[in-house]
């Protein structure tokens, strides 16, 4: 059974940083790109930034373009995201998803709620 | 303001038939695969229709995908209460090297 769970979210001040992991099991993790995707309170999804199979590429929605940083670790089945310069805007609870294959997300964890607050 | 547009609430009775659009343009769904999303109240988006018409297996036939050019859309059949969610549309975009949603669609069963 393909599962992907997320963890590290919590609560951080404006400016702070604070980066995600997502442990996947259940299928061939270093054969799949990996996403992030986002919902903020109230709100729809968006698409956060996803990463090649190999780590080779990496792409980013222009809000968290030089804030973030997506990584893997092939040899660990991990995901991460290192969330730097947080701002309240960035409050949302983020999902892992497999994917991008051909634009689809097949499988999506539970999430983590990350809040920038004072 | 999302890049995919999507009608924000649809209703029907249950038993009735419901679809859900979902506009874009020639660098997103005009030229890439679309998928869709249910999302039941307090939990993870769980993929519905990908590659424009496919349902991964355990997802009823009650539920189809469709695209003509840059729009598409999710028709659900014999509507239950159960089926009460949003739904999202998705694809990748090409020019901007970004993956794109739609807004979201409430549906209610009435």
């Known amino acids: 059974e393909v599962q992907v769970e997320e963890s590290g979210g919590g609560l951080v001040q404006p400016g702070g940083s604070l980066r995600l992991s997502c442990a996947a099991s259940g299928f061939t993790f270093s054969s799949y790109a990996m996403s992030w995707v986002r919902q903020a309170p109230g709100k729809g999804l968006e698409w956060v930034s996803a990463?090649?199979?190999?780590?080779?590429?990496?792409y980013y929605v222009d809000s968290v373009k030089g804030r973030f940083t997506i990584s893997r670790d092939n040899s660990k089945n991990t995901l991460y995201v290192q969330m730097n310069s947080l701002r309240a805007e960035d409050t949302a609870v983020y999902y892992c998803a497999k994917g991008p294959k051909e634009g689809a997300f097949d499988s999506w964890g539970q999430g983590t709620l990350v809040t920038v607050s004072s | 303001q999302s890049v995919l547009t999507q009608p924000p609430s649809v209703s029907a009775a249950p038993g009735q038939k419901v679809t859900i659009s979902c506009s874009g343009s020639?660098?997103?769904?005009?030229?890439?695969?679309v998928s869709w999303y249910q999302q039941l109240p307090g939990t993870a988006p769980k993929l519905l229709i990908y590659?424009?018409?496919k349902r991964p297996s355990g997802i009823p036939d009650r539920f189809s995908g469709s695209k003509s050019g840059t729009s598409a859309t999710l028709d659900i059949t014999g509507l239950q209460t159960g089926d009460e969610a949003d739904y999202y549309c998705?694809?990748?975009?090409?020019?901007?090297?970004?993956?794109?949603f739609g807004g979201g669609t409430k549906l209610t069963a009435l």
């Open positions: 590659e424009n018409t």
């Open positions: 020639s660098s997103n769904i005009g030229n890439n695969y």
């Open positions: 990463i090649s199979s190999r780590g080779s590429s990496t």
């Open positions: 998705g694809t990748w975009d090409s020019s901007l090297s970004v993956g794109v």
